[in-house]
């Protein structure tokens, strides 16, 4: 089963708008990581944070962790068309030797209108 | 640099068929993994390598093999193909002391 579930499965927003998506995980992590999926494509690294840290920026990117509730949202200010994608949380487990085995949730798709 | 590049992008196999996925990478990573990704699952890994000549399962490894005979080069082979192997495949790499991981624009497979 999925370590991770993302809430919303789909979100529509328009440009300029901010888009916020959140990701649940079951077991302590090591890190949690986001990625983003054009159509047709593969996925592309956005951001990573420990599990150490509660917030994280890049750019117009902002990411927060609540380890105590296990769960990270992914906020998307101002966004844009290109914004338009799919988009992955993906949590390394902590404890062992994990390799850096990723398990992903199941994702948003967000559509940005002009 | 290409990255991580996969070959074939497209097939169509019939049950029981054989093939073979290769997924090449440039930047002199030392783990590799692969992927596959079903509708409203997201992504499930099937196997990783952390090093030439090492391979490890993942999380559905029933029905796929693999192979890292060189460092550059993932092969994920399917013996018998059946439908339930109809997906997209992900190849990913990773440098062992960074976290981010780099994927390929993958295959997508169709089994009949």
């Known amino acids: 089963s999925q370590q991770g579930e993302e809430d919303p499965q789909a979100l529509s927003i328009q440009e300029g708008e901010n888009a916020t998506m959140n990701c649940s995980y079951k077991t302590s992590i090591n890190n949690l990581q986001w990625y983003r999926q054009n159509s047709g494509r593969g996925l592309v690294h956005l951001i990573l944070?420990?599990?150490?840290?509660r917030e994280k920026h890049s750019g117009r990117l902002r990411v927060t962790l609540d380890t105590s509730k296990k769960s990270s949202s992914l906020l998307i200010t101002a966004s844009r068309a290109a914004d338009t994608a799919s988009y992955f949380c993906?949590?390394?487990?902590?404890?062992?030797?994990?390799?850096?085995?990723?398990?992903f949730g199941q994702g948003t798709i967000l559509t940005v209108h002009p | 640099n290409a990255g991580v590049t996969q070959t074939p992008k497209f097939r169509v196999l019939k049950t029981g068929q054989s093939m073979t996925l290769l997924c090449a990478q440039d930047m002199n990573h030392e783990y590799m993994y692969w992927y596959r990704q079903d509708p409203g699952m997201g992504l499930r890994l099937i196997h990783y390598?952390?090093?030439?000549?090492?391979?490890a399962k993942g999380e559905v490894p029933d029905g796929y093999n693999v192979s890292r005979l060189k460092k550059q080069n993932f092969l994920l082979g399917l013996e018998s193909a059946a439908p339930s192997q109809t997906s997209v495949y992900f190849c990913a790499s990773r440098v062992a002391v960074y976290n981010e991981q780099f994927f390929g624009p993958g295959t997508r497979l169709t089994v009949l």
């Open positions: 390598s952390v090093g030439e000549g090492t391979t």
């Open positions: 993906a949590s390394t487990n902590a404890g062992g030797t994990s390799y850096g085995k990723l398990t």
């Open positions: 944070i420990r599990s150490n840290e």
